[in-house]
């Protein structure tokens, strides 16, 4: 046999393993708790709704009249019907069949280069989720950084002499919280349709937008549907890390000379993929009920509340951050000219709080530090209260 050699390129990360180990340690020596804001985890339990649906169907699977075995590859019309008009309400006009359910965004992230020849020049931001870099480097793909940094607020824009075929984005950005207003994101849709290369947009953050002129999807962008696919999923909308599912679109508009992607897709998913379990489907189409995107935004405004905690924490100390207004996620400049790892040491040492190090994103990561919303009001608060008294020693 011959293995696929690109899996030797990849390098370990060892980001979160090396903090847990961290952490661990100094528990160990110090015998003191810490509060923990670098996980990029919900912790809110899944909305009423979502539950009493999936309890439902539950029962639906226990009787002969309502069972289900095999649902086709691409999800129940009933989660994509509901799906379909929640982009309505943000002004996308999609099929259904542009829709595809799938067990979440990083699979589809990872699956969708099935698609692509390993031919293609692929850009990718930096600082960034490690799965858009490690799916590629599998398929021995050449990629470019894009690099996001202070000067262009971490949102980097097309470059005329840089070409790529492959293009990711992140709005809200996990890690920078950093999002695209609509003109930023034309930028890019033009720069696609003039290299014939795809936008692969990551929207898994879509929820926390709060600033209305800010688009929800890449589909709110004239011609994007020409050359974009939008990866969504339920993890970080309604607490779905644990129960799986999530949904790529694929417009049918989107062609590579006069093949459709769409069609390469469902003949790739019906291939490899066989639907998400019945239940969690349930799940997913109660979040879009009145009742459940009530619950939902009960949530998001929970996590929403401790970010401002943070944010006004920092703005208190005069630390530069971005994010945390339309994300989960709080982007600080490490104070003092600390690098992400001495500050790191410095927060777990002196106030027992942990986050995490930017310079584990990327590059340009180095002297940045991701704190997330996710914890609860206490343990916010109280890292806050911490944080200030510190700074201010
Ligand atoms: C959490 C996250 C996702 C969602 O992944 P799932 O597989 O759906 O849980 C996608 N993209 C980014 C950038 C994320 O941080």
Redesign the pocket.
């Known amino acids: 046999m011959k293995i696929n050699e690109h899996y030797l390129e990849l390098k370990a990360n060892y980001l979160f393993s090396d903090i847990a180990r961290k952490v661990m340690e100094y528990r160990e020596k110090t015998g003191k708790d810490v509060i923990k804001m670098g996980i ?1 985890d919900v912790t809110l339990p899944l909305a009423g709704e979502v539950i009493t649906a999936m309890h439902s169907a539950v029962d639906d699977m226990s009787k002969k009249e309502t069972f289900r075995g095999y649902g086709d590859e691409q999800g129940y019309g009933f989660l994509q019907n509901a799906i379909k008009d929640y982009y309505s309400g943000f002004g996308v006009k999609l099929e259904a069949d542009e829709i595809f359910i799938s067990d ?4 589809d ?1 990872g699956n969708i280069l099935d698609l692509f020849s390993s031919d293609n020049t692929v850009l990718i931001p930096d600082p960034v ?1 490690p ?1 858009y870099v490690d799916t590629n480097i599998m398929d021995g793909r050449k990629t470019v950084f894009l690099a996001a940094d202070e000067e262009n607020g971490f949102l980097p824009l097309p470059d005329e002499d840089v070409h790529g075929d492959i293009i990711y984005i ?1 709005s809200p950005n ?1 890690p920078t919280g950093a999002a695209y207003s609509r003109e930023q994101l034309k930028l890019w849709v033009d720069y696609a349709l003039k290299n014939n290369a795809v936008i692969l947009f ?1 929207s ?2 879509e929820a926390f937008i709060s600033d209305p002129s800010l688009p929800r999807s890449v589909f709110e962008i004239e011609g994007a549907e020409k050359c974009a696919i939008e ?1 969504c ?4 909308t309604a607490g ?2 644990g129960t ?1 599912c ?1 949904y790529t679109v694929v417009p049918h508009a989107l062609k590579c000379g006069d093949t459709e992607l769409n069609r390469l897709w469902l003949r790739r998913q019906t291939t490899k993929f066989n639907g998400v379990c019945y239940i969690v489907q349930r799940g997913a189409a109660a979040v879009f009920t009145e009742e459940g995107q009530k619950q939902i935004s009960e949530n998001i405004g929970y996590y929403k509340e401790n970010a401002a905690i943070i944010t006004s924490a920092l703005d208190e100390l005069g630390i530069t951050y971005f994010g945390g207004k339309n994300s989960p996620y709080i982007w600080l400049k490490c104070p003092n000219g600390m690098d992400s790892w001495t500050f790191f040491d410095y927060l777990l040492e002196n106030i027992q709080v942990v986050g995490t190090p930017g310079s584990g994103f990327g590059a340009n990561g180095t002297g940045f530090f991701r704190l997330t919303s996710f914890s609860t009001h206490e343990n916010t608060a109280e890292a806050m209260r911490r944080l200030k008294a510190l700074m201010k020693k």
């Open positions: 990029g979440g965004a990083k699979s992230l989720y799965v992140c996990n990551d898994a953050y990866f999923s339920f993890s970080k779905f890390t799986r999530g």
